[in-house]
């Protein structure tokens, strides 16, 4: 049997049937939850099965908020234009009423140097749930966010999907607004001369409502699979982000359907509601539906968003994990000619299955060539630094993302790196995931973390968190991993690959939860940042904390290392046994 090549599948790209996809699915406002979202979902549905796909709807209730409007008014003049946000309070029909002040990026120490307490903030930077969640602990009456040169749509809360009894005390109790940088910049000079006094009014439509969720297989039945995901739900017409992005997962779904007799895993596409207006409910919620079924038998989750926009000449910066970076940089490296950076996923983009284990590939795929501070503040949110990464344009999350801001060729190129991307990972006889790259990640991060604990008290030897005992562990996963990587590079039989495949796939859903999560295998860490090791890490200096907290911190350090030891050598098991 000849060897499947997902590397000439890319050849079949249409540019043709992508715009026709993309248009199609960008004639609807698709806020979540609602009938012209229904619309779209019904249209990708559709043309899934006429390429051959089985489909399937759920629809679960989960908490949507959707934004009506917003003012501010200062010393009597209004100011616009003026949003409100996904999640941020209403005020009411006579809105809150105090002082206005400059607070800076809206961070901790910014709102204590404002003295923002009882007081309406001004702050630089886009909409976030860190300056909602930091406003709310801070007592603020409203944040009043510069957006940029346009106002951007936003979600501010920093639950991850639909609030659970223990995170409702982290659901915002704060107004948000956002203004573009010409009213912004005039209300700083405005407030350099004196105090000023602000109105802000807001509403805000959230509640609990049904959601569409809709899965298309491709001979998913009894085998192994990959899931290929992407919200459809939509900020205004969002033709880029996300109906460009719909646009790509239905064309490789054709495509790899006209070689499905080519593939050894099958092909599981999941299209999302409740990405932007409830903080990726949609994803969590099948997370949690399905999690044995998601880590029994998925061997890796690819996400697209935002595939085609103008400008957007820079594949550099997509995420991967360490375990998914290798094939992704091969791939781009030479489609593109682009040297992919490793770049670790932030806290986006409906990556809701690293508890269940699923190593990952890319968010957005491309980026804009030119960066500014708008556009650097897109990159930072999509997870990487103010220092690479172009963003996703200055339509993005705005009234103007419209048919107009998407380049076929652009938009074909971005489709032909997820075709060879899915196609390698249904086709290839030992799945293609470096184990060994997520254990140097994690060796690596350790080097960094220990430090953070050299004034931990010590009474005597008994007092020891076991770091050694992890490092110690991390090097005997090394060792077994190299011995697999061997194994696999030379002549094998298909037996062969399949047991190393497994012993990859079981030491990387090992791995994941314990490299990417504080919450571990079964819930889902707030959207406020996702470092390496989380659960290692002080949940704050430990220079500012009493003796109890560091006599108590040491315990729950050392529980900390047993579970991150239980994953390393859970992965060690899992590949020694292949070798053994």
């Keep these: 049997m000849t060897k499947p090549t997902p590397g000439t599948w890319i050849d079949e790209v249409s540019a043709d049937r992508l715009m026709h996809d993309t248009a199609a699915i960008a004639q609807w406002v698709r806020l979540s939850g609602s009938d012209d979202e229904r619309k779209a979902f019904d249209y990708v549905s559709e043309t899934l099965q006429t390429a051959g796909l089985r489909t399937t709807f759920y629809e679960p209730t989960c908490l949507v908020s959707l934004p009506v409007s917003g003012s501010l008014v200062v010393d009597d003049q209004l100011l616009s234009p003026c ?11 006579n809105g809150v009423v105090g002082e206005i ?8 120490g910014d709102l204590a140097a404002a003295g923002a307490r009882g007081k309406i903030v001004l702050t630089d930077g886009l909409a976030t749930p860190g300056k909602a969640d930091a406003a709310t602990r801070a007592g603020v009456l409203a944040v009043v966010n510069i957006s940029g040169d346009h106002v951007h749509e936003m979600i501010v809360s920093p639950i991850w999907g639909s609030p659970t009894p223990d995170r409702f005390d982290r659901v915002p109790t704060v107004p948000m607004l956002s203004i573009d940088t010409e009213a912004g910049e005039r209300l700083k000079k405005r407030l350099q001369t004196g105090k000023g006094r602000a109105r802000v009014w807001t509403e805000v439509d959230t509640g609990w409502r049904p959601i569409p969720v809709l899965i298309a297989d491709l001979d998913v039945d009894g085998r192994d699979y990959v899931m290929f995901s ?3 739900d939509s900020w205004h017409y969002g033709a880029m982000d996300n109906a460009s992005a719909n646009a790509t997962m239905i064309e490789t779904a054709r495509i790899l359907a006209a070689h499905r007799g080519e593939l050894t895993r099958g092909a599981r596409f999941a299209f999302w509601s409740g990405h932007s207006h409830a903080r990726y409910a ?21 996400n697209v968003d935002s595939t085609g926009g103008i400008g957007a000449t820079d594949l550099t910066g997509s995420n991967t994990m360490a375990e998914s970076y290798p094939l992704a940089r091969e791939i781009i490296g030479r489609q593109v000619d682009q040297s992919l950076e490793y770049k670790r996923f932030g806290r986006a983009g409906d990556q809701s299955f690293w508890g269940v284990g699923l190593s990952s590939f890319y968010m957005s795929m491309s980026q804009q060539g030119e960066v500014n501070e708008m556009t650097a503040d897109q990159a930072f949110l999509l997870g990487g630094t103010t220092a690479r990464g172009g963003g996703l344009g200055w339509w993005w999350h705005t009234t103007d993302d419209t048919l107009d801001k998407i380049d076929a060729d652009y938009l074909v190129r971005d489709t032909r790196v997820y075709v060879e991307t899915v196609g390698r990972l249904v086709t290839d006889a030992v799945l293609p995931l470096s184990a060994g790259a997520a254990i140097d990640e994690m060796a690596r991060s350790l080097q960094e973390i220990v430090p953070l604990w050299a004034s931990l008290p ?8 076991g770091f050694d ?4 562990d991390l090097t005997e996963a090394r060792k077994a991993a190299d011995a697999v990587a061997t194994l696999a590079a030379g002549e094998i039989t298909s037996d062969q690959a399949a047991r190393i495949s497994a012993a990859i796939l079981a030491a990387t859903k090992a791995l994941v939860p314990a490299n990417y999560t504080l919450s571990g295998e079964f819930g889902h860490d707030l959207a406020l940042g996702a470092e390496s090791l989380p659960a290692l890490r002080p949940h704050r ?5 009493s003796d109890d907290e560091l006599w108590g911190s040491s315990h729950a350090l050392r529980r900390s290392i047993n579970r991150i030891r239980h994953a390393v050598r859970a992965a060690t098991s899992a590949l020694s046994g292949v070798t053994s």
């Design 83 to 93: 949003i409100t946000h996904a999640f941020g309070t209403s005020t009411g029909e």
């Design 101 to 108: 002040v400059y607070a800076g990026r809206g961070e901790d």
């Design 230 to 232: 992407g919200h459809v």
């Design 282 to 302: 949609g994803s969590t919620w099948f997370a949690d539906r399905f999690w044995f079924d998601l880590r029994e038998r998925c061997v890796a989750h690819v």
């Design 458 to 465: 010590r009474g005597s030897d008994a007092d020891d968190p």
């Design 469 to 472: 005992a992890l490092i110690a």
């Design 541 to 545: 200096p430990l220079v500012e904390m």
